[in-house]
C-alpha cells in the first residue's frame, strides 16, 4: 500500500481564494482524521470520519472550513474564503479502529498571502 | 475533555545519552497512550503505544513506562543516535467509543554528535 495520500504538498493562495485539501486514506482503514499543525497550536483534530460518516467536527475552526468523505478513498478538507490565518501544514490520517496507531500522509503546506 | 501535558519542551543529549519524555494526562479513564516521532518537515509517526493493562512496553531502544495512580507516563530512549532528533508527542485516549485522541505539545530532542 502507499500509505495516506494527501495532495496537493503545497499551496500557495490569495486571502479569498478557495482551497481544496485532498485525501486517500490506507485501503481498509475505518477511520479518516483531519489535523492541522501551527508552530503555536500544534496539532489540532479539525474532524473525523468512521465509515465515511462524520463524527466529530468540533475542531473545525468556522463555517468557512467544511469536510467531506464521499467514499471509503477519499476525502476533502475545503476552506472558503482563506484567511492568512489558515496557514499551516494540514494533516490527514487514517486507521483501523480509532485507538490504534495513525498512518499520517505527507501534509500540505498551505501558505494564504 | 482530556489534557495531555508534555515536559520538557527541548532536549539536548549528547549521543550515547539517554532521554526521557514526560507526560501527564488529567482523564483517569483514558487507556490508550501513543508516541508519535515527527522529524524535521516530515509526518508524525507512530513508534510505540502502550494500554493501560500493562505498565511498560520495549522495543529495541525504546521504552514507554505507564503510571496509572499517578496519570503519568514516559518515553525512554537509550543510547541515543543523531537520527533520533526529532519532535516526540505523547497522546492520550480512552478506547473505544468515540473519543479523541489527545496530543500532547511535543519535545524537541537534539542528539548532539
Known amino acids: 500500500d502507499a500509505g495516506v495520500i494527501q495532495s496537493p504538498r503545497h499551496e500557495v493562495t490569495e486571502m479569498g481564494q478557495e482551497v481544496t485539501l485532498r485525501c486517500k486514506p490506507i485501503?481498509?482503514?475505518?477511520?479518516l482524521f483531519w489535523y492541522r499543525q501551527t508552530m503555536m497550536r500544534g496539532l489540532e483534530l479539525l474532524i473525523y470520519?468512521?465509515?465515511?460518516?462524520?463524527?466529530?467536527d468540533s475542531g473545525m475552526p468556522e463555517d468557512r472550513f467544511s469536510a467531506k468523505m464521499p467514499n471509503a478513498s477519499f476525502s476533502t478538507l475545503k476552506i472558503q474564503p482563506s484567511e492568512p490565518r489558515d496557514s499551516a501544514v494540514y494533516f490527514c490520517?487514517?486507521?483501523?479502529?480509532?485507538?490504534?496507531?495513525?498512518?499520517f500522509g505527507s501534509g500540505t503546506r498551505l501558505t494564504v498571502v | 475533555g482530556e489534557n495531555v501535558e508534555q515536559h520538557p519542551s527541548t532536549l539536548s543529549v549528547q549521543e550515547g545519552d539517554s532521554a526521557v519524555i514526560k507526560c501527564t494526562y488529567s482523564?483517569?479513564?483514558?487507556?490508550?497512550f501513543p508516541w508519535y516521532k515527527q522529524e524535521l518537515g516530515k509526518r508524525p509517526q507512530l513508534i510505540i503505544d502502550?494500554?493501560?493493562?500493562?505498565g511498560e512496553k520495549k522495543d529495541q531502544r525504546i521504552a514507554v513506562t505507564l503510571n496509572k495512580t499517578a496519570k503519568h507516563f514516559s518515553l525512554h530512549i537509550t543510547e541515543t543516535q543523531p537520527e533520533d532528533s526529532a519532535v516526540y508527542f505523547c497522546?492520550?485516549?480512552?478506547?473505544?467509543?468515540?473519543?479523541?485522541?489527545?496530543f500532547g505539545t511535543g519535545t524537541k530532542l537534539q542528539v548532539i554528535p
Open positions: 490520517a487514517s486507521s483501523f479502529g480509532q485507538h490504534y496507531g495513525y498512518t
Open positions: 485501503s481498509g482503514h475505518d477511520y
Open positions: 470520519f468512521n465509515n465515511n460518516v462524520p463524527i466529530d
Open positions: 482523564d483517569s479513564a483514558s487507556n490508550y
Open positions: 502502550i494500554r493501560s493493562n500493562v
Open positions: 497522546a492520550a485516549a480512552l478506547a473505544g467509543g468515540y473519543q479523541k485522541v489527545t
